[in-house]
């Protein structure tokens, strides 16, 4: 049974903090690695990671996919109250196109 | 941008009543895909398809079936809606085989009482 598992379930930090996000996983025919930001609606796509794209950054969020230690990072520099969230790590596998997900990260980011 | 659509954003629905979740996307993907999500199980795959009037089980399928008549539109049915079904119903869609980047619509807070 392929399994994600996503550290800490939830986080504090103040404004102007850097955090750092952490996914691992167990799966069979990895494919790829999909984060995802939840705020009060529908998830949005953040960053995908594959073997031929194992680093991705966008603005103050980055993401590092580590095949070797079958997890993924997801840091945000410089946090803001609008980074507060639920972080969603997903996994690809074999040649089916759906994602089996972690259970998530509540961030909460205070003034 | 794509766009995928959820009837209701908030349910309420009585034990043994039959409950219809719908769900439509504008970009002509292949695949749509329901999931629920529950504190601390994260989302859980209910039902996908690949096509029209094709469908699989995924993780949790128990209590759920699916319809997809038309492309755009796939529907989620809880036959006879038990308390233990109270959740937020997710739908989503991508754009085809091997092509993993789901777009979700806003979600369903489902209540069965």
């Known amino acids: 049974e392929d399994k994600v598992v996503q550290s800490p379930l939830s986080l504090v930090v103040h404004e102007g903090d850097t955090v750092t996000l952490n996914c691992s996983y167990e799966v069979t025919n990895f494919r790829s690695l999909l984060w995802y930001k939840q705020e009060k609606k529908a998830p949005t796509f953040l960053f995908m990671l594959?073997?031929?794209?194992i680093e991705k950054k966008s603005g103050r969020l980055s993401s590092i996919l580590d095949k070797k230690e079958l997890s993924s990072i997801l840091n945000i520099t410089a946090t803001q109250t609008g980074d507060s969230a639920i972080y969603l790590c997903?996994?690809?596998?074999?040649?089916?196109?759906?994602?089996?997900f972690g259970t998530g990260t509540r961030l909460q980011v205070t003034l | 941008d794509v766009k995928v659509t959820q009837s209701s954003r908030y349910l309420v629905k009585r034990t043994g009543e039959k409950v219809f979740l719908e769900c439509v996307q504008d970009m002509d993907h292949e695949n749509m895909f329901w999931y629920r999500q529950d504190p601390g199980l994260g989302l859980r795959l209910i039902y996908f398809?690949?096509?029209?009037?094709?469908?699989e089980k995924g993780d949790i399928p128990e209590g759920y079936s699916v319809s997809r008549e038309k492309k755009e539109r796939f529907s989620l049915i809880l036959e006879s809606a038990s308390t233990n079904q109270t959740s937020m119903y997710l739908c989503?869609?991508?754009?085809?085989?091997?092509?993993?980047?789901?777009?979700f619509g806003s979600g369903t807070q489902l209540s069965v009482l």
């Open positions: 594959t073997s031929s794209g």
């Open positions: 989503a869609s991508s754009l085809g085989q091997l092509n993993e980047k789901l777009f």
């Open positions: 398809s690949y096509d029209v009037k094709m469908k």
């Open positions: 997903a996994v690809g596998t074999g040649t089916a196109s759906k994602l089996t």
